[in-house]
C-alpha cells in the first residue's frame, strides 16, 4: 500500500473565551464602551489567523501583527453585529499577532471569541528547521535609510546544494514593509545564483510599492525559482521610520 505525505496541521490560540455571566469590571463580558487586548504570541510558519467571534452588543475586533513587539503596522478589522457569529481568515505577515476587542456603547451580556493560527506545511524530506518556525529572509527595523537607500537579504537556495541557507517544503514569501518615505519593495526570484545579482536581468522580479503613510504594504508571493531574494529600496527623502519583514512560508 502506498503511503504518501500530505502535510499536516499547526494550530495555537491566540485567544479562546465564552463568557455568559456578568463577571467584574474589567473583565468578561465588557462594558459599553470596554476592550481586551490578548497577550501576543508568535506566528512564524504559520499561513492564517482563522476563527470566530459573537457579541450580543455591535462591537469591532482586530487581529494586530508586529515584527518588533512594540509597534503593531499591520491590523485588519473586522465588524461585529449584534447577535450575529462571524468567521474571520487573515492572513498572517509579521512574526507576532495579538486578538483586540473594542465592544459597543452598551454593556455585554454575551461574548465569545476562538481566534488560533494555522498552517500546513509540507513533510518535505530533509527539511530544516521545525513546522512551527519559518524562515525568516529579512526582519529590519533600524537604521532608517538615506534617499536611495537598499536593504537586501541574502540569496536563499531552495533545493538542494548550499548557497546561503537551505530549506525545503516552503511555496510562499509573505511579508510587509512600512515607512515614512515612498519606497519599493521587490521580490526576486532566479534558476541561478547569478540571476539575484545586478541588473537582475534574468530574474522573476515583482515590485511591491511601499506608501509614505498608513499600514505600509503586505507581500505575498508564490514560489516559482530555486533561488530568492528580497530588496527594498527608499525614495527620494531620508526616513525617519522603516520596518520590512519578509519569511518562506
Do not use: W
Not at 490560540?13 to 463568557?19: G, K, N, R, T
Not at 536611495?148 to 511555496?171: C, F, K, P, R, W
Request: charged residues 10%.
Amino acid at each position: 500500500m502506498e503511503e504518501r505525505a500530505v502535510g499536516y496541521l499547526v494550530e495555537q490560540i491566540l485567544a479562546s473565551l465564552v463568557a455568559t455571566i456578568a463577571v467584574p469590571s474589567g473583565g468578561y463580558p465588557l462594558a459599553g464602551g470596554g476592550t481586551v487586548t490578548h497577550q501576543a504570541k508568535c506566528v512564524s510558519g504559520n499561513g492564517n489567523i482563522t476563527g470566530y467571534v459573537f457579541s450580543d452588543v455591535a462591537g469591532t475586533l482586530f487581529i494586530e501583527q508586529s515584527i518588533d513587539s512594540l509597534t503593531y503596522d499591520v491590523a485588519s478589522t473586522i465588524a461585529v453585529p449584534a447577535g450575529v457569529a462571524v468567521p474571520f481568515n487573515v492572513t498572517i505577515y509579521g512574526t507576532l499577532a495579538r486578538a483586540r476587542y473594542l465592544n459597543g456603547a452598551a454593556p455585554q451580556t454575551l461574548f465569545r471569541i476562538n481566534c488560533v493560527t494555522r498552517s500546513t506545511i509540507g513533510g518535505a524530506p530533509n527539511s530544516i528547521g521545525t513546522a512551527m518556525a519559518g524562515m525568516v529572509i529579512v526582519n529590519y527595523v533600524a537604521p532608517a535609510l538615506g534617499i536611495g537607500g537598499v536593504v537586501e537579504s541574502a540569496i536563499y537556495q531552495l533545493n538542494s546544494g548550499i548557497v546561503g541557507a537551505q530549506y525545503l517544503g516552503y511555496d510562499t514569501i509573505r511579508g510587509f514593509g512600512i515607512s515614512d518615505v515612498v519606497g519599493v519593495i521587490s521580490v526576486l526570484q532566479g534558476v541561478a545564483v547569478a540571476d539575484l545579482a545586478a541588473p537582475y536581468a534574468n530574474a522573476v522580479r515583482v515590485d511591491y510599492a511601499v506608501p509614505a503613510a498608513g499600514n505600509g504594504v503586505p507581500i505575498a508571493q508564490l514560489l516559482v525559482a530555486p533561488f530568492v531574494r528580497i530588496i527594498y529600496t527608499n525614495g527620494a527623502g531620508a526616513q525617519a521610520r522603516i520596518r520590512f519583514f519578509a519569511e518562506l512560508q
